[in-house]
């Protein structure tokens, strides 16, 4: 019998195991074992959320909501992506009802902006670095731009790189045969 693969999703900023819903039995029904997790929170390295506050512009943020917490002259400490904003970058591609879904279900997200937090993530060649990774770029993801994308594979080069070109950030509701396909190709190629 023909060994299978287990997938461990992930799901990023505000959103939560429940975006996998139509990746999850496309996975199982061809024998793979998958597990979505619920994360308790995302980090970005607080030089990156000094420069976000500087840089972004309000028709860019949109109708999303930033908290300070610890003052107005401090990064921001959480965020809660607003309905346009979401509709127009995240699912810009993806089905209607699975934008009303997201709509109902992301939650503010915190960002790890304190020294500690980030010191305690290292990611190393020893560690990190032995798992195999493929990166999927989202063609027309409208949050990772192509530049920054690129950067993001040079900066920590995985072992492939694939596109699926017709797909927006949330490529799991905009191509999930698609992605299903994909992750099937990785799992035969590193497992």
Same mark, same amino acid.
């Given at each position: $019998?023909?060994? #299978?693969? %287990?997938?461990?999703?992930? %799901?990023?900023?505000? %959103?939560?195991?429940? *975006?996998?819903? /139509?990746?999850? &039995? +496309?996975? /199982?029904?061809?024998?793979?074992? !998958?597990?979505? $997790?619920?994360?308790?929170?995302?980090?970005?390295?607080? /030089?990156?959320?000094? @420069?976000?506050?500087?840089?972004?512009?309000?028709?860019?943020?949109?109708?999303?909501? =930033?908290?300070?917490?610890?003052?107005?002259?401090?990064? &921001?400490?959480?965020? *809660?992506?607003?309905?346009? =904003? $979401?509709?127009?970058?995240?699912? +810009?591609?993806?089905?209607?009802?699975?934008?009303?879904?997201?709509?109902?279900?992301?939650?503010?997200?915190?960002?790890?902006?304190?020294?500690?937090?980030?010191?305690? !993530?290292?990611?190393?060649?020893?560690?990190?670095?032995?798992?195999?990774?493929?990166?999927?770029? *989202?063609? #027309?993801?409208?949050?990772?731009? +192509?530049?920054? +994308?690129?950067?993001? !594979? @040079?900066?920590?080069?995985?072992?492939?790189? /694939?596109?699926?070109?017709?797909?927006? %950030? $949330?490529?799991?509701?905009?191509? &999930? #045969?698609?992605? *299903?396909?994909?992750? @099937?190709?990785?799992?035969? #190629?590193?497992?």
């Amino acid at each position: $019998m023909e060994k #299978k693969g %287990h997938f461990v999703l992930i %799901h990023g900023a505000s %959103h939560g195991a429940w *975006c996998w819903y /139509k990746v999850i &039995p +496309q996975l /199982k029904s061809v024998g793979h074992k !998958v597990t979505a $997790m619920d994360m308790a929170g995302a980090g970005i390295h607080p /030089k990156q959320v000094h @420069e976000f506050k500087e840089k972004m512009d309000s028709d860019k943020a949109m109708d999303s909501q =930033f908290l300070f917490h610890n003052g107005l002259d401090k990064p &921001p400490t959480s965020a *809660c992506l607003g309905p346009n =904003f $979401m509709a127009s970058k995240f699912y +810009q591609l993806s089905p209607p009802e699975d934008l009303t879904l997201a709509l109902t279900l992301v939650r503010h997200v915190g960002f790890f902006n304190d020294e500690e937090s980030i010191k305690a !993530v290292a990611l190393t060649k020893e560690k990190y670095g032995t798992v195999p990774r493929v990166y999927i770029v *989202c063609g #027309k993801d409208n949050i990772l731009k +192509q530049d920054f +994308q690129r950067w993001i !594979v @040079e900066s920590s080069p995985p072992n492939e790189v /694939k596109l699926i070109p017709d797909s927006d %950030h $949330m490529i799991m509701f905009s191509k &999930p #045969k698609e992605l *299903c396909s994909c992750l @099937e190709e990785i799992a035969e #190629k590193y497992t």
